[in-house]
């Protein structure tokens, strides 16, 4: 069912409000016959995207609500999360930062709601990737993320006033010959400290 402004040939074209057969209602703007310019659209499962569209595509600010309560604000392309935005995720953490092809990637904040902790450096891919500062309540990380987990040479700095340097090892995997059929799980990268200073201003940038 449509209802709103035609152009000539009868196509949807102007301000008109439509319902799709699949349930999904669309109110705002069409050009010949496609949605483009500013509309919101609700889907029968509850999402709801309301913002620029192009030739029916997502395409320009615009804020998607999604059925789990989650909710994306900022920029699209071609219907995928593109650009600068902020994401609200469900269990409350945040992440605020570039986007490409739906994933974080490029530089950006991850906020963990329950802890209050803070990741503010790069992505690769939606994962933690390049370097980095994981900021906690009374202390912050400062190094180098791979796949997520912290590697190679960083430093801890303490409110307190001193900083502790070392390096993430990634411990080497005992092969054991009974459980060769389960494939490894990846172990976690171990802190070996090397020294404690006053506050010094070097970064993770330093040694490129």
Not at 8 to 20: I, M
Not at 24 to 32: A, C, L, M, N, V
Not at 40 to 62: E, S, V
Request: proline residues 5%.
């Amino acid at each position: 069912e449509y209802e709103g402004d035609r152009d000539g040939e009868g196509q949807r074209h102007g301000f008109g409000k439509a319902r799709l057969p699949n349930g999904d209602t669309y109110e705002g703007e069409y050009e010949h016959g496609l949605r483009s310019g500013h509309g919101t659209y609700r889907f029968k499962n509850g999402a709801l995207y309301t913002g620029n569209y192009l030739q029916n595509k997502k395409h320009g600010k615009g804020v998607f609500f999604y059925p789990d309560g989650s909710k994306y604000a900022g920029d699209w392309v071609h219907d995928q999360r593109q650009g600068y935005g902020e994401y609200l995720y469900a269990n409350g953490d945040t992440y605020t930062g570039e986007w490409a092809n739906n994933k974080r990637h490029g530089q950006g904040t991850y906020v963990y709601k329950e802890t209050g902790s803070k990741y503010v450096g790069c992505w690769v891919n939606g994962i933690q990737n390049g370097p980095a500062e994981l900021i906690h309540l009374n202390h912050r990380f400062k190094g180098r993320f791979l796949n997520g987990k912290p590697l190679g040479r960083g430093k801890f700095i303490f409110d307190i006033g001193c900083e502790q340097h070392g390096e993430y090892i990634q411990p080497v995997q005992e092969k054991e010959e009974e459980d060769e059929d389960e494939p490894p799980v990846p172990l976690e990268p171990i802190w070996k400290a090397s020294e404690i200073t006053k506050l010094t201003p070097w970064s993770p940038h330093d040694e490129e």
